[in-house]
C-alpha cells in the first residue's frame, strides 16, 4: 500500500513569493491534515479535512495561507506572500475518518530567503 | 487548551542501554495517545494506546498508559544507533478529533 506522498520535498524561495505544496493521501482515507513543524517542535495543526470539507481551519493564517482539497483526495496547500518565518517543514497526513491514528508524508522542507 | 509535556528533552545513551521516555498530558475527552518515531523525515507510527495498564510491545520498544495520572512511558531496551530520532507523543481529543503534540525527545544512541 502506498504511504502518503508529498511534493516537491524541498523548496527555496525568496519572500513575498508564492509557494504550493502538494499531498496525496493514502487510499481510503477520508481525512487528512495540513501540519507545520518548527525545529525542535512537535507538529502543530494547520488545517483538517473531512473528505473535501476543510472542518478545522481554526489554526490556519488566512490572510496569507489557503489550502483546498477539491475532489476529496489530494490537497494542496499555498502561501502567498511567504515571509522569512513560513520557513519549516511542512507535513501532510491522512487517516480513516474518526480514527485516531494518522500516517504521515515526508514533509516539504520550505526555506524562505 | 489541550497540553501534552515530554521529557526529557534530549537524551544521550550507550549502545545496550534501556530509556524511558515520558509524557504527560492533558487533554478534554481523552480519546487515545500515540508514539512516533521521527527520523529526518516523517513521523511513522509506533503505538495506540487507549486502555490504563495495559502494555503494547514491539520488539525492543514497549510502552504503557496510566489515565488516572495522565502520562505514559516508552521503552526501549538493548538500544542501537537506528533507534537515535525524535520521539514524539501525541494524545487525541474526541472533542476537537485531531492530534496534539508534544515537543518530542531527541534520543541519540552512541556506538
Known amino acids: 500500500e502506498a504511504g502518503v506522498v508529498q511534493s516537491p520535498r524541498y523548496k527555496i524561495i525568496e519572500k513575498k513569493q508564492p509557494v504550493a505544496f502538494w499531498c496525496n493521501p493514502i487510499?481510503?482515507?477520508?481525512?487528512l491534515y495540513w501540519y507545520l513543524q518548527n525545529l525542535g517542535q512537535g507538529p502543530e495543526l494547520l488545517i483538517r479535512?473531512?473528505?473535501?470539507?476543510?472542518?478545522?481551519d481554526s489554526q490556519l493564517p488566512k490572510d496569507r495561507f489557503s489550502a483546498e482539497r477539491l475532489k476529496g483526495v489530494d490537497s494542496t496547500l499555498k502561501i502567498q506572500p511567504a515571509e522569512l518565518g513560513d520557513s519549516a517543514v511542512y507535513l501532510c497526513?491522512?487517516?480513516?475518518?474518526?480514527?485516531?491514528?494518522?500516517?504521515f508524508g515526508p514533509g516539504t522542507r520550505l526555506l524562505v530567503l | 487548551e489541550d497540553k501534552v509535556v515530554q521529557s526529557p528533552l534530549s537524551l544521550v545513551v550507550h549502545e545496550g542501554d534501556t530509556v524511558t521516555l515520558n509524557c504527560s498530558y492533558e487533554?478534554?475527552?481523552?480519546?487515545?495517545l500515540l508514539w512516533y518515531k521521527q527520523e529526518k523525515k516523517a513521523p511513522t507510527f509506533l503505538f495506540m494506546l487507549?486502555?490504563?495498564?495495559i502494555e503494547k510491545k514491539s520488539g525492543r520498544l514497549s510502552s504503557i498508559l496510566d489515565k488516572k495520572e495522565l502520562f505514559s512511558i516508552l521503552n526501549i531496551t538493548a538500544t542501537q544507533t537506528g533507534d537515535s530520532a525524535v520521539y514524539l507523543c501525541?494524545?487525541?481529543?474526541?472533542?476537537?478529533?485531531?492530534?496534539?503534540f508534544g515537543s518530542g525527545t531527541q534520543l541519540t544512541v552512541l556506538p
Open positions: 479535512y473531512e473528505n473535501e470539507e476543510a472542518v478545522d
Open positions: 487510499s481510503g482515507h477520508n481525512t
Open positions: 501525541a494524545v487525541f481529543s474526541g472533542s476537537a478529533r485531531q492530534l496534539t
Open positions: 487533554v478534554t475527552n481523552f480519546r487515545s
Open positions: 497526513a491522512s487517516s480513516v475518518a474518526g480514527d485516531s491514528t494518522q500516517y
Open positions: 487507549t486502555s490504563s495498564g
